[in-house]
Structures are given as structure tokens and as C-alpha cells.
């Protein structure tokens, strides 16, 4: 899904309160100590007009600080960065029309003050031995690091196997590419595949946020699953997208992010995504590629030429046919660069006539 502000929000508090982090280790002291606390992200005015009493800090964040002010019975408050201690002991006063499912005082409030301000707020249940993140009317509780990487392992997993099924489709697409052979439903499988891997992959990252320190392994094997994922994304939906008014290039990325995973999985509706003429609802008819995807994999070619490449002859089919000659016509190319495009054109072409059929 696309990211918004709020994603970003919750992304950057459950990063501060992830495993080594400085203020994970106050909130795991605050446990050792058999205490609870209600604390809340942000000093801002909308913060500040629902505080009642307490003190002032404004003191250096440290864990063992956190603890020692977790004492008390007050809520604590935080800089947006949680780098200081801004005040304590205060009692909060959010708007009690705020609904709430929660039935314990200091979750009832976490809960309101995250929905009524919007700030991230930070609820230790001393009888639960819990801490729970809410922002918005979004709760996530903080589980154990073994049980985050037990469900990150499994996704990663998942992860695979989408990947492998991605790489397969997009290779019989390269050929069939080549071969002027390409249909609607080729290219709407590929962008399927690639909006479940990126949805997966992006799961991972979630459980990679909450796992801090300890999920260097997990975002080494996302990065290497992933490598060049999007791009591709990006290129098939280059190389057949249909330009409008309003819509080109990002709105239709976006609109295939925002799919629900319903719709994803009707062909015909990831088919909407690329604005095809209304003849196109035959999953079967012919469809040419620009170029974009092929020329990318070509080294050291960089996009302001390929741009010029595709802008000049309008069509794979017709890059391929172009002579050295031809090539080397197009701004930005020359003639070394020229032979390089046609032998890499060619090796491709070779690779993946040769992956499908080998």
C-alpha cells in the first residue's frame, strides 16, 4: 500500500521503541520493576493544552531516568524525537468523547490521547507485563523479539517462493518481448506478481521496524530478495501504460498500490491500472513494449538516453531492427555506445529466448 504520514508516524515510533534503542531499554526497566507508565511522544501545544500539573524537565532522555520518573504516578512527555524528557508526573486530560475500547484507566487514556492529538503513546501495564504503541486508532503491542522473528522467518519464506513465481513470469515475459509475441495477460501477471512480492517484502520491513537490533539478518535477506524488485514495477508498467490527461507515470503506480488484494487478484482489474484501450479487455490481444525494461538491463546505459531512444523509434520491435547506424542517430548515444545497445540487445534476446525454451 502506499505510504501516507500516518505509516510514517507509527514506522518512527515503534523505530524508537524497537530493540536497542535507548528508550526500549527504559520501557524494559520499567517492566524489570514491576511498574507501569503512560507516556506520550511529543511536547507540541496540541500535547501541552491536556496536561494538568506534573513538572518540568526538559532533561536529557536516558533510560535509567525513564524508570526512576516511572515511580510516579503522572504521565511522562517526551520530545518528538524522544532525545529529552520534557515533563512528568502530569495528569493528561483528553477529550472524554473520544471512544475507547479499552477498560484500564491508563489504556483508556493512551488510547484517547493518541486518537484525540494524534501522537504516538506509550501505555506499560505493570499486571500485563505489556507495553503497547497506540497512534491514532491503531494499538500495537510490543511482542518478544523471538516470537517477531519467528513470523519475519516465515514471511521471508513466503517471500521466496513470490519471488521465484515473479522471476519465472517475468523471464517468459523478456522472451515473449522479444518475440512481438506479448499479450494483455502477460504483462498483468507480471505487475501481479510484483504488487504481491512488494506487499509481502513490505510486511517483512514492518517486522524488521519492531525488531531493532535484532533484525540485521532479516533485512539483509529482504534487501537481497528484493534487489531490483521495483524497478521492474516501474519499467512494465512504462513500457505498456496508456498516457492520458491526469494519468501517467505515478498515478498509475499508485493506483496499482492501492488495489485491495481482492481486485489484485482479478486480472481484469490490474488491467485498469494500465488505461488500455477498451479493446484490451481481451486478456488475449497483442501488446508492444516501449523498451524501457530491455534497454535498463543493458550496462552502463543511463535513463536520459534510453528516454531518447524510445522518444525516437517508439517501439521494442523497432530498437531491435534499428542498425548501429540508426542507433547512433539518437541524441546522446554515439557510436561505441550505439554497437554496445545492439550486442546487449542481442545477448538479451538470446538469454531469454534461450531461459524459456532451453
Not at 493512551?110 to 504503541?133: F, K, L, Q, T, Y
Not at 514471511?155 to 506479448?182: F, H, I, M, P
Request: charged share 25%; proline share 4%.
Amino acid at each position: 500500500m502506499p505510504t501516507t504520514r500516518r505509516h510514517l508516524a507509527l514506522t518512527d515510533a515503534l523505530t524508537a521503541v524497537a530493540p536497542g534503542m535507548p528508550l526500549r531499554e527504559g520501557l524494559d526497566r520499567i517492566l524489570q520493576g514491576s511498574r507501569g507508565a503512560l507516556i506520550v511522544i511529543g511536547d507540541g501545544p496540541e500535547v501541552l493544552a491536556i496536561c494538568s500539573g506534573g513538572f518540568l524537565l526538559d532533561a536529557e532522555f536516558t533510560p535509567q531516568r525513564l524508570s526512576e520518573l516511572a515511580k510516579m504516578d503522572g504521565a511522562i512527555i517526551l520530545a518528538h524525537d524522544a532525545s529529552r524528557i520534557a515533563r512528568a508526573n502530569v495528569h493528561l486530560v483528553p477529550n472524554p468523547n473520544v471512544p475507547t475500547s479499552e477498560t484500564g484507566t491508563r489504556h483508556r487514556t493512551a488510547e484517547r490521547v493518541a486518537r484525540s492529538i494524534g501522537v504516538p503513546v506509550i501505555s506499560v501495564s505493570e499486571d500485563m507485563a505489556s507495553i503497547a504503541v497506540y497512534y491514532g486508532d491503531i494499538k500495537r503491542p510490543l511482542e518478544p523479539s523471538a516470537r517477531l522473528l519467528n513470523r519475519a522467518n516465515q514471511a521471508l519464506q513466503t517471500l521466496e517462493r513470490y519471488k521465484n513465481r515473479l522471476d519465472s513470469v517475468s523471464g517468459s515475459l523478456s522472451a515473449l518481448e522479444v518475440e512481438d509475441l506479448v499479450t494483455v495477460r502477460e504483462v498483468v501477471t507480471v505487475l501481479q506478481r510484483t504488487e504481491m512480492v512488494r506487499r509481502i517484502a513490505e510486511e517483512v520491513h514492518d517486522y524488521i521496524v519492531e525488531l531493532g537490533t535484532d533484525g540485521r539478518l532479516v533485512r539483509l535477506q529482504l534487501e537481497e530478495l528484493m534487489g531490483g524488485v521495483e524497478d521492474d514495477r516501474r519499467l512494465v508498467i512504462k513500457d505498456y501504460f496508456h498516457v492520458e490527461d491526469g494519468w501517467h507515470l505515478p498515478e498509475a503506480m499508485d493506483a496499482l498500490a492501492e488495489l485491495t488484494t481482492e481486485d489484485l487478484l482479478d486480472l481484469k482489474s490490474v488491467t485498469a491500472v494500465l488505461h488500455l484501450p477498451a479493446e484490451s479487455a481481451d486478456m488475449d490481444i497483442g501488446l508492444q513494449p516501449r523498451g524501457y525494461r530491455l534497454l535498463n538491463k543493458i550496462p552502463r546505459l543511463p535513463e536520459s538516453v534510453i528516454e531518447h531512444i524510445v522518444s525516437h523509434f517508439g517501439t521494442l520491435q523497432k530498437i531491435m531492427k534499428a542498425t548501429v547506424d540508426d542507433l547512433d542517430e539518437v541524441e546522446g548515444v554515439g557510436e561505441a555506445r550505439a554497437r554496445a545497445i545492439k550486442e546487449g540487445l542481442s545477448r538479451l534476446a538470446e538469454t531469454s529466448i534461450l531461459d524459456r525454451y532451453g
